[in-house]
């Protein structure tokens, strides 16, 4: 079964009882039983929901795993990973990461005994020159947020096969539309299903996909201990989004293109982080690993200074300022203060997340009015 026929039929079935093509929200806490213990596969809303069974169905179709597991937030999903660990266990992570990444593993992890080590993933060497006996997770994320480098997701997983530790990859920028991890190797994918797989700016809700069955029982049972699931309705958002990813993933790439080669050009833009540049540092892994190159750019301006980008941010019209991405909207975010705030700025600064810095997700308008739009902000400063 082809992409854009499974984001329509992979997992899902019209509705037994009814015959609904759509599946229902099933708005309930908890499920009748015949007699203790006797019941038609559902008993308590938080353990299953069979709204929540067929999202996690479909999209373990669309990453080519062998089940998915919902929770409340991409962040929830990440921590259920994270809870896989022990005390004393290290991790390995791109040193360009979402920031609420870094906050989790640092902030939160740090103190129950847990290490992050952050290093340039883009490099495969440097990767295996940071594995100790103590390495048991090693964190992907590709395309990088906000900077756009690319990993080289089978290399890396080779690197950690050998060494039987476990692979996880945030795929959120990507989609399974673009990339789908475990075919390369990855042992989890993550999806903050709010971004691309929802699309719609209205559904917050995160999931991991899995390559066998044993590590999804492990995240069945965190998923059911620490209660962290996303509610019915959100379920069916998510649904109602998937079936239309592929056409919208196709627009929003074609529109980046253009709006990435305008930027390029511009007099009053400095550096263009794209990875469907040929003078993107692994173009060619992502030529490779990628159906297209996404729908997120991240630009500094020839003035490096956050009061001139201020002035792009709040003079767009089409482009809203606003946190988050992968919407049908147009939206531009200032990473150092918005996304990766939580990032000390020492640390932003080693991978070029300048104050100048701005990231546009671009959604699925016409691409004329969006580089008017821009072109309307960046003349004023």
């Not at 009882?17 to 908890?30: E, L, R």
């Not at 988050?324 to 200032?334: A, D, F, K, Q, R």
């Not at 705030?341 to 701005?358: H, Q, W």
Request: charged letters at 25%; proline letters at 4%.
């Amino acid at each position: 079964m082809k992409f854009g026929t499974k984001v329509i039929h992979a997992g899902i079935k019209p509705d037994p009882a009814s015959g609904a093509i759509m599946t229902p929200i099933y708005q309930t806490s908890t499920y009748v039983q015949a007699s203790p213990g006797e019941h038609k596969g559902y008993e308590y809303a938080r353990t299953q929901n069979p709204t929540r069974t067929v999202l996690e169905n479909n999209l373990a179709a669309l990453e080519n795993g062998v089940a998915g597991i919902c929770f409340s937030s991409g962040m929830a999903a990440m921590d259920a990973v994270l809870k896989l660990l022990q005390p004393g266990d290290e991790i390995i992570a791109t040193n360009d990461l979402y920031g609420g990444s870094y906050r989790l593993i640092t902030t939160i992890y740090e103190k129950f005994g847990l290490k992050g080590h952050f290093i340039d993933m883009s490099d495969v060497k440097a990767v295996s020159s940071k594995i100790n006996e103590k390495t048991k997770l090693i964190w992907i994320e590709t395309p990088t947020n906000p900077m756009l480098n690319i990993i080289d997701v089978k290399a890396i997983c080779k690197v950690a096969q050998k060494k039987g530790i476990l692979t996880c990859v945030d795929n959120t920028f990507a989609s399974p539309y673009l990339q789908t991890p475990i075919d390369m190797g990855a042992d989890i994918v993550l999806h903050s299903a709010t971004k691309y797989l929802g699309g719609h700016s209205d559904v917050v809700l995160g999931a991991l996909v899995v390559k066998d069955e044993e590590l999804a029982e492990k995240l069945y049972f965190i998923q059911n201990s620490s209660g962290a699931v996303p509610g019915p309705q959100d379920c069916f958002l998510i649904l109602r989004g998937i079936k239309t990813l592929h056409l919208r993933m196709e627009r929003s790439c074609k529109n980046a293109k253009r709006i990435a080669k305008y930027l390029n050009k511009h007099p009053k833009v400095g550096k263009v982080y794209y990875p469907g540049f040929k003078s993107h540092p692994n173009h060619e892994i992502a030529k490779k690993q990628m159906n297209d190159f996404g729908g997120m750019i991240s630009f500094d301006l020839t003035d490096d200074d956050y009061d001139v980008a201020q002035k792009v941010l709040s003079n767009t019209k089409l482009f809203s300022l606003a946190e988050s991405l992968g919407g049908v909207e147009s939206l531009i975010g200032h990473p150092a203060s918005m996304t990766h705030a939580s990032i000390p700025r020492e640390e932003r600064l080693k991978v070029g997340l300048t104050d100048s810095l701005i990231r546009l997700s671009v959604g699925i308008e016409d691409a004329d009015d969006l580089i008017e739009d821009l072109e309307k902000a960046l003349v004023n400063i």
